[in-house]
Antibody, heavy 122, light 109 residues
Framework: EVQLVESGGGVVQPGGSLRLSCAAS????????MNWVRQAPGKGLEWISY????????YYADSVKGRFTISRDNAKNSLFLQMNGLRAEDTGVYYC???????????????WGQGTLVTVSS | QSVLTQPPSASGTPGQRVTISCSGR????????VNWYQRVPGTAPRLLIY???QRPSGVPDRFSGSRSGTSASLAISGLQSEDEGDYYC??????????FGGGTKLTVL
């Protein structure tokens, strides 16, 4: 069974940092592209970042570029999101998401974790 | 402001057919396939439709999707109470981002 389990969320002051982790199991983690998607309270889903299986390609949403860093450790079946310079608008549930690769522009998200809550507040 | 545009709400009575629209641009829906996700309160989002009109195993055939030009739609026939939740469309954008719609809250009356 495919499992994605996020951890590392919590309450942090504006300007602070957090590191989210996602433990993957039940599939060949090193064969999949991965993403982080978040949902602010009362808002919709927002894609945050993408990383290829080999880490050769990494993309970020404009809202987090320069502040967040995505990374992975294929040997430990883990995905990470280092979040620096946190702002109140970064508050939300952060999901670790597996991407099914079919071809350029024809992929989809086929597995989601349960999410971890990040609250940025003084 | 989401890149893809969805109506904020939709509703129907049990057994009815409901459609949810999703409007984008040539850089996303116009060139790439559309996926739909369902989020029932208290649970993680789940894949409902991929590649415009494909259903993953386990998704009832009451759910169907289509795409035309820079728009897409999700149709739910034989509406059931368990269909209540939020529905999101998504597509890859040539700006090297995934983009989502703002979500449509479906209420079964």
């Amino acid at each position: 069974e495919v499992q994605l389990v996020e951890s590392g969320g919590g309450v942090v002051q504006p300007g602070g940092s957090l590191r989210l982790s996602c433990a993957a199991s039940g599939f060949s983690f090193d064969s999949y592209e991965m993403n982080w998607v978040r949902q602010a309270p009362g808002k919709g889903l927002e894609w945050i970042s993408y990383i290829t299986s080999s880490t050769a390609l990494i993309y970020y949403a404009d809202s987090v570029k320069g502040r967040f860093t995505i990374s992975r450790d294929n040997a430990k079946n883990s995905l990470f999101l280092q979040m620096n310079g946190l702002r109140a608008e970064d508050t939300g549930v952060y999901y670790c998401v597996r991407e099914h690769s079919y071809s350029y522009g024809e992929n989809w998200f086929d597995a989601w974790g349960q999410g971890t809550l990040v609250t940025v507040s003084s | 402001q989401s890149v893809l545009t969805q109506p904020p709400s939709a509703s129907g009575t049990p057994g009815q057919r409901v459609t949810i629209s999703c409007s984008g641009r040539s850089s996303n829906i116009g060139r790439h396939t559309v996926n739909w996700y369902q989020r029932v309160p208290g649970t993680a989002p789940r894949l409902l439709i991929y590649k415009n009109n494909q259903r993953p195993s386990g998704v009832p055939d009451r759910f169907s999707g289509s795409r035309s030009g820079t728009s897409a739609s999700l149709a739910i026939s034989g509406l059931q109470s368990e269909d209540e939740g939020d529905y999101y469309c998504a597509a890859w954008d040539d700006s090297l981002h995934w983009v989502f719609g703002g979500g449509t809250k479906l209420t079964v009356l």
